[in-house]
């Protein structure tokens, strides 16, 4: 079904995907703001807001904010990431102007309260401890730090625990008001939703919002060279290997997708099939791509006992230098489309998923990509396309190697980079 929007006086944007066969709604309120736009001062308020949002308006407690989502068999969330922050939730179609109510308040009318605040701030700092304890998530905070070094893009979104223990209600309602402004704001929803209706219930109170000062620019950072070391006493050596990536918006962004899945994005990936298949060094091992408006990163985790880490660490760099080297298989990339076929048309189904691509759609490109052309555009995508790709990416620095675990002695990583 076509995307309809519609844009307010002011600027904030409206989407809508109606599913008809469906019962349900997934609405979401988008801010094209995130960690990255943070300085280092306010790193982790991205954050701290989206928790604190759901903690109390001029018209609900917390309390009641969570029990009239639980009394119409809703769900609700938030989460942020360096670009974009979202507040959303899914409930049953009959239940609609009950949700878009809830969230139209908690967006519009939160008082960042103090006592509550308090109380956050102890939720937040366990949650950074809860990160440090997880080296599966810990490793690509680490690693994001080496790759991106001083950069917004490697610090946490999270904050750092300084940071958490500053931020005061002012501070942070200061920061929303400022960066939560009409322009960056995109509300965006999917399922059995009439585009009118929505716009009627939002429109209003949403148009209200005056528009703030110009915001600068976000600056494009370069990638870092080097290994990081981070001794932890873990039964495990975790890995993650990371190469210059693209954007969100690269026209080579489905040559990309379709690589990473060659490489090691499903279980019949090369890495996956050489490092845990073949030889039985990992339980857990993936390629990735993070990509952002004007840059992104490639990479790869594995985590291993600490005697295999050399040993892992040296297959990946055989895997990039093949795939750089020798183009992959017609089979493989066959293979590999109709994996992202059938993943694209799974989502579809969803209305959670829709409710994000319609979204993200729009931040980034300023309009809808219909997934038929997507799957078009994949289709066309060659053996030499991603053997170009791989060239560009993989064949020189910024490379970075962080370990986390038993690992001692950069020396041997050194010489294995050296020769990458």
């Known amino acids: 079904m076509p995307v309809n929007k519609t844009i307010l006086p002011n600027g904030v944007r409206i989407l809508t995907q109606k599913i008809p066969h469906v019962r349900s709604i997934s609405l979401g309120i ?52 360096m670009e974009n922050t979202c507040f959303h939730a899914k409930v049953i179609d009959s239940h609609m102007e009950s949700m878009v109510d809830i969230l139209s308040d908690i967006f519009l009318n939160s008082i960042f309260d103090p006592t509550e605040l308090e109380r956050e701030r102890t939720v937040i700092l366990q949650e950074i401890d809860m990160q440090e304890d997880s080296p599966e998530e810990y490793i690509h905070v680490l690693a994001e730090q080496s790759y991106w070094g001083d950069h917004p893009l490697g610090r946490p979104i999270i904050g750092p625990r300084e940071n958490i223990l500053s931020f005061d209600s002012s501070i942070v309602r200061d920061f929303f008001l400022g960066f939560y402004q009409p322009e960056r704001i995109v509300i965006s929803a999917a399922g059995n939703i009439e585009h009118n209706q929505l716009v009627d219930l939002m429109g209003q109170a949403f148009s209200l919002i005056k528009p703030g000062n110009s915001l600068s620019l976000r600056d494009k950072p370069e990638g870092k060279t080097g290994i990081s070391i981070t001794e932890k006493d873990l039964g495990q050596t975790h890995i993650c290997l990371e190469t210059p990536g693209i954007s969100v918006v690269d026209s080579r962004r489905y040559a990309g997708s379709l690589m990473n899945t060659i490489l090691g994005g499903n279980m019949s990936s090369r890495l996956f099939q050489e490092i845990r298949e073949r030889r039985g060094l990992a339980y857990s091992v993936y390629s990735f791509m993070s990509s952002y408006t004007d840059t992104g990163l490639s990479g790869i985790y594995i985590g291993t006992h600490p005697d295999k880490a050399y040993e892992c660490t040296d297959l990946i760099l055989q895997e990039l230098k093949k795939i750089r080297k020798i183009p992959v298989s017609e089979a493989e990339l066959n293979d590999a489309r109709e994996y992202t076929r059938s993943a694209l048309l799974l989502a579809s189904e969803s209305v959670d998923s829709q409710m994000v691509r319609i979204a993200q759609n729009e931040i980034h490109l300023g309009h809808d990509l219909a997934l038929e052309d997507i799957i078009k555009e994949i289709d066309l995508i060659t053996t030499e396309h991603i053997l170009s790709l791989a060239q560009e990416l993989f064949s020189s620095p910024p490379v970075t190697l962080t370990l986390l675990g038993q690992v001692s002695d950069p020396g041997p990583y050194e010489d294995l980079l050296s020769t990458y």
Request: hydrophobic share 35%.
């Open 30 to 81: 988008w801010v094209n703001a995130g960690s990255r736009d943070e300085s280092p001062a306010q790193s982790g308020l991205s954050h701290f807001i989206e928790h604190m949002i759901f903690k109390g308006t001029s018209r609900r407690s917390s309390y009641q904010i969570a029990k009239e989502f639980d009394s119409i068999g809703g769900h609700s969330n938030a989460f942020t990431a």
